[in-house]
């Protein structure tokens, strides 16, 4: 996943950038127009980002990199996210 940066900084081109240790949760669904993709919110206290991820690996990798930035370790199975 080229837009996590140092397994900590989201950063969508020519539009914004997260520290992902700021972030306190993450939901997500799955698009259904474009199957296969991924809507991601990123809730930061009151607000939210949204980032779409092209695959359920792009959105395990944000959400793992997610819980390294916080100083934890998350190992989730491709399942989880689908299903």
Known sequence: MEDLKENR??????SYVVDLNNVDFITWNENE???GKFLAKLH???KETR????????????????AEAKGKKLEIDLLEIKW
């Not at 900084?9 to 020519?14: F, H, I, R, S």
């Not at 980032?51 to 997610?66: F, I, N, P, R």
């Open 9 to 14: 900084y989201l950063l969508k081109k020519t």
């Open 44 to 46: 930061i206290g009151t």
């Open 51 to 66: 980032y779409m991820c092209q695959t359920a690996s792009e959105l395990k990798q944000l959400l793992e990199g997610w």
């Open 33 to 35: 127009r474009d199957l």
